[in-house]
């Protein structure tokens, strides 16, 4: 329950701020930052607090819509004084704001309590809301019953009285608590994003859970029927939660927004913590937020979604240094000279020339991690890596042929990036699409203990939370590796220098 509304006056987000004195997630407030391009931020002041009966356990996830007069509502969940989840309604004092910097709590709060079938603590997230073909708003709030992800839908005219449906939007039996649900369109051969609203011919419907018992964001691709507003997925056996990860690796709680201007569809997760609570508690703060990434509907597999970061990363882009088809043979390192390799920008693309016959080998992925060799794998970078290969993060392809054709995995191994004992690392990743005559690529993003990485296009991401003991600072290095034993591999590479974000402290004085 982490990522709040995003909306273009310039750019402003509302995120949750975690005391970690608490130990646990409560008493949460609403800070927000504002920013004109998504990358450098402005820190303000606190948006909402838990001082109502109705929110003083916790300021919770919401979401805004922008009405087509442009006023903005916001519904968040808030925890009663009696640990009830709820569903409140908030406006800004001043809409005329570039900085919304002042919110109203509804008088009439809570607008909605749990249906008596839900369980009090089982009814959270409320979704962006979209009009219905009968202009009523519809959205869609997570929970469950006993172990069934289900997601309600509500309907309304005003945002403060509502009916709920008999039906589900959808459920799936087996995947617990659905929180932070999101629900949006997707052109079926376009190359933008829709409005939450948009229906009709070529538009299909993604809809996306956070699964509380796992701490997974699943999704699965799908038809909406707006006449009864049930969502149908387009293959039942990848279906919400027991299909498609949003991201393999340590990620949770996505939400996505429509920015009208550059019509596209952009999604933000929650990067959560990979080493002890006493270190978040002398460190003073947990958690990040991954970069900002587009979202579009993969029209060449049908299958999935790419995602890719925002364009306004490479306003941080400097120097680069390009590697023109450097061969890599079967279980050799190639140091690449690029200096300092602590905050990168790599765009990759690799070639294979098998050296044997190309055996069946069933059963390769990527749970063996970089160590666990094979005739087609696995190989691609050593990222964050220390001289002396103490401390290293491979990201790689492994390939394998079956007797139902040829499967290509990216994984991320984490089992070695930290000589750190409490650090939490594994080997992370899945199966990714490959056509014909497509070379494997992938775009990693390195910041110091982060590495969000994108295999061919962003079917497949992986965000890994890693803390080097050793590769720091100057002392990070990037290196080639082929561990695969049957393959050559040849690698071009593009690679840039990441300069620094910036977020600072907005000077109130000037408000």
């Known amino acids: 329950m982490i990522a709040g509304p995003l909306f273009y006056k310039g750019w402003y987000h509302l995120f949750y701020q975690y005391n970690p004195d608490s130990a646990v997630w409560g008493n949460i407030t609403w800070g927000h930052a504002a920013s004109t391009d998504l990358i450098h931020w402005l820190y303000l002041p606190i948006a909402m607090v838990p001082d109502q009966w109705y929110d003083i356990n916790g300021v919770w996830t919401g979401s ?106 959808h459920a799936v039996p087996g995947t617990g608590m659905w929180e932070c649900v999101d629900f949006y369109p997707v052109a079926i051969n376009g190359s933008v994003g829709l409005d939450t609203s948009a229906t009709g011919p070529g538009i299909k419907h993604v809809l996306k859970a956070s699964l509380d018992d796992t701490k997974v964001d699943h999704y699965a691709i799908g038809t909406y029927n707006p006449a009864n507003d049930k969502w149908t997925p387009d293959n039942p056996e990848e279906d919400v939660g027991i299909g498609l990860k949003w991201d393999y690796g340590r990620y949770y709680a996505s939400k996505s927004f429509y920015d009208p201007y550059k019509k596209r569809r952009i999604v933000w997760g929650w990067i959560n913590e990979t080493d002890t609570e006493s270190d978040d508690l002398e460190k003073g703060w947990a958690s990040v937020q991954t970069i900002p990434r587009t979202v579009l509907y993969d029209n060449k597999t049908g299958s999935n979604v790419v995602q890719w970061p925002v364009e306004e990363i490479e306003s941080l882009r400097q120097n680069s240094t390009v590697f023109e088809e450097v061969v890599v043979e079967p279980g050799s390192v190639v140091p690449l000279d690029i200096g300092v390799a602590t905050q990168l920008d790599i765009s990759a693309e690799f070639e294979t020339e098998l050296l044997g016959s190309g055996a069946m080998e069933e059963g390769y992925g990527c749970s063996g991690g970089a160590i666990d060799r094979s005739a087609m794998g696995p190989f691609g970078l050593l990222v964050n ?127």
């Not at 900085?99 to 109203?104: A, E, G, H, I, R």
């Not at 995995?409 to 000589?419: G, N, P, W």
């Not at 080997?427 to 992938?442: H, I, W």
């Open 385 to 511: 890596a220390h001289d002396s290969l103490s401390e290293l993060t491979p990201i790689f392809f492994r390939s394998s042929n079956t007797t139902k054709g040829t499967n290509t995995y990216f994984c991320a191994d984490e089992t070695r990036s930290s000589l750190a004992p409490d650090v939490f690392k594994q080997v992370r990743g899945s199966k990714v699409p490959v056509l014909q005559g497509e070379k494997l690529s992938m775009r990693i993003l390195v910041d110091h203990s982060i590495v969000e990485s994108f295999g061919q296009g962003g079917r497949t991401v992986i965000t890994s939370r890693i803390y080097p003991t050793k590769a720091i600072y100057g002392a990070a290095r990037l290196f080639l590796f082929n561990n695969a034993t049957g393959v050559n591999v040849k690698a071009t590479l593009k690679i840039w220098r990441l300069n620094s974000a910036f977020i600072h402290p907005f000077p109130l004085d000037q408000i």
């Open 64 to 169: 805004a819509t922008i009405l087509p007069d442009g006023q903005i509502v916001m519904l968040y969940t808030g925890s009663t004084d009696k640990s009830v989840q709820v569903q409140n309604l908030a406006y800004p004092a001043d809409p005329s704001d570039p900085l919304l910097l002042d919110w109203v709590k509804y008088p009439g709060n809570p607008v909605l309590v749990p249906p008596r079938h839900i369980g009090p603590k089982d009814f959270r997230d409320p979704t962006t809301a979209w009009a219905g073909p009968d202009g009523k708003w519809r959205l869609t709030i997570g929970s469950k019953i006993g172990k069934t992800g289900i997601s309600l839908v509500y309907q309304t005219t005003d945002f403060k009285t509502y009916e709920l449906l008999d039906e589900y939007l």
